[in-house]
């Protein structure tokens, strides 16, 4: 076997992933050659403070942005040079990226389903089955526009799932979520692994993480700091606490006694 042989034996072991990722804007780095795997029914989250790099590398794992330089493979097939095989097999919820607002809900999930080429009979019976699941029944004639945050976010999910993607990669699925829908959410997400799929989300949150990912890579200015099965990095403390330490507070100490209330 030869060395690009092993290579491509080695990446197909995983269901997502990249080598040597890099994104420059200007003259800021955003993601600094960056290697991730991400093993096929792994719940795998990725933490960092804000502007380290998460929303970009997510970015270009998904084909979103073109990076500067790497590659970027999803189950052994490269998203770059076959993105006609490798996107297919991504379900993508986007932090923050606008979407057909001017459609319903029911609308914007056939049009996502349509758009990968399912038959029409399948959208509308899954588009039915995720409006529910979501708790958007109603939504489903309302126009995306008139969405809150927390619906938008669910809607982008179900449009992620319609096509029943091998790998989910969600940046920031739980935020504006209200308690009632992100336990219906975590529900779906961890039937989906349990069944074989691999989920990555991007997350704040570290209580989530623990509660959901099995494992973690924590990126701080553009680099992954660390990065394994969760206990694994969070050693004998917590997620949050081991967070802290490897990419710092942030706080600079300042006398703030003027705030006191007297």
């Not at 494992?215 to 969760?230: E, I, P, R, T, Y």
Request: hydrophobic fraction near 45%; include cysteine; glycine fraction near 10%.
């Amino acid at each position: 076997m030869t060395s690009a042989q092993g290579a491509a034996a080695t990446r197909a072991e995983f269901a997502l992933s990249t080598r040597g990722v890099r994104k420059e804007f200007g003259s800021t780095v955003a993601v600094d050659g960056i290697d991730l795997d991400i093993p096929p029914g792994s719940f795998y989250g990725i933490v960092g403070p804000n502007g380290a790099g998460k929303t970009t590398l997510l970015s270009m794992a998904t084909g979103l942005l073109t990076p500067d330089a790497g590659t970027v493979h999803v189950h052994g097939v490269s998203l770059w040079d076959t993105p006609e095989q490798a996107k297919p097999m991504l379900g993508v919820l986007p932090d923050g990226l606008r979407t057909f607002d001017r459609l319903t809900g029911a609308e914007l999930i056939s049009y996502a389903g349509l758009l990968r080429g399912m038959h029409p009979d399948v959208v509308r019976e899954r588009r039915d089955d995720l409006l529910v699941a979501l708790d958007l029944s109603s939504a489903g004639r309302t126009l995306v526009t008139d969405f809150s945050a927390g619906m938008t976010k669910k809607i982008g999910l179900a449009c992620a799932l319609v096509h029943a993607p091998r790998v989910l990669v969600l940046d920031e699925p739980f935020e504006a979520v209200d308690p009632v829908s992100a336990t219906a959410i975590r529900r779906i997400l961890r039937s989906f692994v349990d069944s074989g799929g691999t989920v990555v989300l991007s997350s704040h949150v570290m209580a989530l993480v623990e509660q959901l990912c099995d494992q973690v890579a924590v990126v701080a200015d553009g680099k992954v700091m660390a990065s394994g099965a969760l206990d694994d990095v969070r050693g004998d403390t917590d997620l949050e606490t081991t967070f802290v330490t490897l990419v710092g507070s942030g706080d600079e100490e300042r006398d703030l006694s003027w705030l006191q209330q007297s």
